[in-house]
């Protein structure tokens, strides 16, 4: 499923608009490392366009069973787009945990993206999940579960590809408000607490800890997965 999902998702990032690559340093594109005696890969892919500042996709294998994705699309806070973010935790006994959310940043979805989302055709899962702690940054629409069989997989990926489209077009329709707009201050106040709130999530923290140290743990969380938005 995570190859899967990762394909839907680089799919989806082809069309939009002024889409182009963003630099990463050498050290972070490519990771190897072993973590409990099994070999763990890391794969970063970083692009930007139009409304978004940053997207970014990471793809972890750690020997031949787990495997990881993490996805994030960062808004440019000049446009009143949320925070788009997925995850999924799979094996070979299944998928553990998939969750996937456009997250605002002004406590609100903007009311078109709210509009869109709900009106999707309405989709169940046998095995929902509980939020973490720190989930208030999520949306009502959030979908956190445990597929319990291919067919929920297929239905998850089915889903991000849905909820992808609904920000492609709005990244090609919102337009830029200016930078020292208060709209586009406080949609960048929310992004820091967006990124506060994901820094939270220890368990990524403990594992980059452990099959590295916790001095390049913290580069890797403060400067590739959750970093501050510039000041517009």
Known sequence: MAEALAERIRAAWQPLPALEPLPVAADLE?????????????RNELWR????????????????????????WFPDPRYDLPVFGADIVASPAGVSAAIVDLSPVRGVLPEAIDAA????????????????PWGSIFSPHVRFVRPADPGEDRQFVE?????????ADACRSIPAEAADDPSTVERWQGQLRYCKQQKQNDKTRRV???AFDPAW??????ELLFDDPPRP
Do not use: M, N
């Not at 490519?30 to 890391?42: P, V």
């Not at 743990?217 to 403060?222: H, K």
């Open 30 to 42: 490519a990771i190897s490392a072993t973590l409990d005696g099994e070999h763990l890969f890391i």
């Open 217 to 222: 743990a913290d580069r890797y969380i403060e």
């Open 117 to 132: 989302l709900a009106g999707r055709a309405p989709r169940s899962y046998s095995q929902p999940r509980e939020l973490p």
């Open 49 to 72: 366009c139009r409304g978004l500042r940053k997207l970014h996709l990471e793809t972890a294998r750690l020997g031949l069973g787990l495997q990881i994705l993490h996805c994030v």
């Open 159 to 167: 889903e991000v590809g849905e909820i992808l489209a609904i920000l």
């Open 208 to 210: 980059l800890e452990k």
